[in-house]
């Protein structure tokens, strides 16, 4: 099985959101807004992806 990757965008400021939220973006490795990280797509990583898809967007 190939390594599959995606690329992950923050694109809206947690400021306002619960912490959760904030845990799981900072999880997924985002930092600031517009910042681009490339992770591994596993079930864990789509799961965390879902729970915050009002402030990323996903990059093929």
Known sequence: ???KKIRVK???STNGCK???RD???GLG???IRQTVEL???P???G???KVFYLVRVQD
Do not use: C, S, Y
């Open 10 to 12: 923050l694109v809206k």
């Open 48 to 50: 965390m992806i879902d």
């Open 1 to 3: 099985m190939a390594d």
């Open 30 to 32: 985002l930092k600031r």
């Open 44 to 46: 864990a990583v789509r």
């Open 24 to 26: 799981t973006v900072r």
């Open 40 to 42: 591994e797509d596993t």
């Open 19 to 21: 912490q959760t939220h």
